[in-house]
């Protein structure tokens, strides 16, 4: 019988309680249950550009013309194509004597169009991961990478559903123009994959120091990428690459942008491509949702090998 001091257990009666409880907590635990969507922007998420929906139209240019004007100007002073267009989109409105601060920014981006079911996806996916996870303890994180504007990313109405934002991004108060503070590149998009796969995501800190597969917290296997095109080529082959997926996607309807993914999933760049019509039931909610499914058996075989491995060596050290 349990000694009891006024209705409550003696303090030498708790102790192992205490100490299993203790051990449960600090016990070491299978903990790379985390699965990461990774979202490029322009064409994937939204049908065009996100410059095009305020940007443009408020300095009065025409989008086609300022596309083509900043090819050619990247080309001809072999200068970076995304710097071109975000020093240029400057130029032009300090020309027009259009003032567009960072706010304004972020204001356009309520402009911005997305397609078809893309606001309710993030719940539709996370209920679809809650439902199918074979393990205790899967999360689901959302990131975009994209050669867009950050600020007026922030200004989308899915903005929050994201676990980080890696866009290009204006420095507003260094000069008279604004000047890019931070511009990614198609090849500078698979730092961030790394930056995601190792889990530094601070941008102050490098991720070139040495990490083992087995410490980085989300492994690629674990990653699926979203894109649209050749501009998503490096990533798509670096998440391949490394055991993560890709699904190509493309405006329903068109035949340029199938023929494009058709390109891309014979060059094995992507494992699927589908119309960009994210609603639950669409071909692409039910490709993603096959590769979550490989996903999620993936983890549940990699911790039980896990688990079977430290049962092993726990009786070899007895």
């Known amino acids: 019988m349990v000694g009891r001091v006024n209705g409550r257990r003696k303090a030498a009666d708790l102790a ?11 016990a070491p635990k299978f903990d790379r249950k985390t699965i990461a969507l990774v979202y490029d922007f322009d064409g994937t998420l939204s049908p065009r550009p996100m410059q095009e929906y305020a940007f443009l139209p408020q300095i009065g240019a025409d989008a086609t013309a300022f596309w083509a004007e900043t090819n ?33 920014l972020v204001a356009q981006g309520r ?6 079911g893309v606001e309710a996806w993030f719940d539709a996916i996370a209920d679809y991961v809650k439902s199918h996870a074979q393990s205790h303890g899967v999360q689901l994180r959302h990131y975009l990478v994209s050669s867009g504007l950050a600020e007026i990313v922030e200004g989308t109405s899915i903005y929050g559903r994201f676990h980080n934002v890696f866009a290009s991004e204006y420095w507003f108060d ?3 123009l604004p000047y890019p503070k931070r511009v990614i590149t198609d090849t500078g998009k698979t730092q961030y994959l790394f930056r995601i796969n190792k889990g530094v995501e601070d941008l102050g800190e490098s991720i070139n120091q040495h990490m083992p597969e087995a ?8 990653m699926i990428y979203f894109g ?22 493309y405006p329903t309807g068109k035949a340029k942008g199938r023929a494009k993914c058709v390109e891309l999933f014979k060059a094995g760049r992507c494992d699927f491509f589908a119309p960009a019509d994210y609603r639950e039931g669409s071909d692409l909610f039910r490709r993603t949702c096959l590769l979550l499914d490989r996903i999620l058996a993936d983890i549940r075989v990699r911790e039980e090998r896990w688990r079977l491995a430290r049962s092993v060596g726990r009786r070899r050290a007895d």
Do not use: C, W
């Open 16 to 26: 192992p309680a205490a100490d299993q409880d203790r051990k449960r907590r600090t």
């Open 111 to 116: 402009h911005v169009e997305l397609y078809p």
């Open 72 to 104: 050619a100007l990247a080309r001809r002073e072999r200068a970076d194509p995304l710097i071109t267009y975000m020093h240029l989109m400057y130029r032009k409105a300090k020309a027009k004597g259009v003032r567009i601060d960072r706010e304004d």
């Open 174 to 176: 260094a000069y008279d």
């Open 215 to 222: 410490a980085r917290p989300i492994p690629f296997a674990n």
């Open 228 to 249: 649209d095109g050749d501009t998503d080529v490096p990533s798509m082959a670096v998440m391949r690459k490394n055991g993560g997926y890709a699904v190509a996607v």
